[in-house]
T-cell receptor, first 115, second 110 residues
Framework: AQSVTQLGSHVSVSEGALVLLRCNYS??????LFWYVQYPNQGLQLLLK??????LVKGINGFEAEFKKSETSFHLTKPSAHMSDAAEYFC?????????????FGKGTKLTVNP | EAGVTQSPTHLIKTRGQQATLRCSPI?????VYWYQQALGLGLQFLLW???????NRGNFPPRFSGRQFPNYSSELNVNALELEDSALYLC?????????FGPGTRLTVT
């Protein structure tokens, strides 16, 4: 069964600093991987996805993530944090096999951006 | 294009009652998923409907049930509510591999 581990339930950065949110996954088949963002009292918004094409994936709002099979990782980065990036971020894995479509989420990382 | 919509936004029930939550998918999407986001438990998969059929179910008791209508909208029913059912219930729809989420229904059980 697939699983996701997000290292660090809270990450704090200064405005303009690099954002790095860590995600490791386990999957018995080549996975599809996703990063979602959740602002307070809202649903989830898709930031980016990996579906076995390019290993470096660019998403919205300047975020990107790199799929590293050897490390079973899919870390999310942004070169320069903005105050509006403060939110909770979820990494998710899906084994899209036409029979078990569901997302398995990590426990989330709350990002704080300090002025 | 309208996104996934959910109603009601908030729902307050007492223990033992039944709750009904509704979801309308993005036009053209045939799959609907339900997730529970409870404090301290993270996001847990509840149910997946596709083309009117239940395709997959998470590790939840049978008092969590639902259905999908011919127009692909969906209902989640929770019977015999318990205090620990208090959570944000998120609905998502998809056509292929990515899921698009609605704003959620906040269920509070007192």
């Amino acid at each position: 069964a697939q699983s996701v581990t997000q290292l660090g339930s809270h990450v704090s950065v200064s405005e303009g600093a690099l954002v790095l949110l860590r995600c490791n996954y386990s999957s018995s088949v080549p996975p599809y991987l996703f990063w979602y963002v959740q602002y307070p009292n809202q649903g989830l918004q898709l930031l980016l996805k990996y579906t076995s094409a390019a290993t470096l994936v660019k998403g919205i709002n300047g975020f990107e993530a790199e799929f590293k099979k050897s490390e079973t990782s899919f870390h999310l980065t942004k070169p320069s944090a903005h105050m509006s990036d403060a939110a909770e971020y979820f990494c998710a894995v899906s084994e899209y096999q036409g029979g078990s479509e569901k997302l398995v989420f990590g426990k989330g990382t709350k990002l704080t951006v300090n002025p | 294009e309208a996104g996934v919509t959910q109603s009601p936004t908030h729902l307050i029930k007492t223990r033992g009652q039944q709750a009904t939550l509704r979801c309308s998918p993005i036009s053209g999407h045939t799959s609907v998923y339900w997730y529970q986001q409870a404090l301290g438990l993270g996001l847990q998969f509840l149910l997946w409907y596709d083309e009117g059929e239940e395709r997959n179910r998470g590790n939840f008791p049978p008092r969590f049930s639902g259905r999908q209508f011919p127009n692909y909208s969906s209902e989640l029913n929770v019977n015999a509510l318990e205090l620990e059912d208090s959570a944000l219930y998120l609905c998502a729809s998809s056509l292929y591999e990515e899921q698009y989420f609605g704003p959620g229904t906040r269920l509070t059980v007192t």
